[in-house]
């Protein structure tokens, strides 16, 4: 099965940026549609960004518009959010997780595997 591993999380202050990685195996890896989610405590894992397997498509909630940017390197196996402006609304693991799928999904049960999770701490 598919293997991925986050990194780049981090205690930060309001305002500041982060960039998370999310290293994946496999032999298919431009073919999966590949989505950022965040869970903070007592709440639901929430959808954050997502992006076809070219590259060419993205989707991101709301409340992250404008600040966070979803990329990927199918040569490196790896997709990419970069989160800048942060503010404590922000605070959550963010997970990694890969659909094997066409069209990029906002569901979180349509994703097949996902990572471990990263913190993510943001200070006022």
């Known amino acids: 099965q598919v293997q991925l591993v986050e990194s780049g999380g981090g205690l930060v202050q309001a305002g500041g940026s982060l960039r998370l990685s999310c290293a994946a195996s496999?032999?298919?890896?431009?073919?999966?549609?590949m989505g950022w989610f965040r869970q903070a405590p007592g709440k639901e894992r929430e959808f954050v960004a997502a992006?076809?397997?070219?590259?060419?498509?993205?989707y991101y909630v709301d409340s992250v518009k404008g600040r966070f940017t979803i990329s990927r390197d199918n040569a490196k196996n790896t997709v990419y959010l970069q989160m800048n402006s942060l503010k404590p609304e922000d605070t959550a693991v963010y997970y990694c997780?890969?659909?094997?799928?066409?069209?990029?999904?906002?569901?979180?049960?349509?994703?097949?595997?996902w990572g471990q999770g990263t913190q993510v701490t943001v200070s006022s």
């Open positions: 997780a890969a659909d094997i799928g066409i069209r990029v999904e906002v569901r979180p049960y349509e994703y097949d595997y």
């Open positions: 992006i076809s397997g070219s590259g060419t498509s993205t």
């Open positions: 496999g032999r298919t890896f431009s073919s999966y549609v």
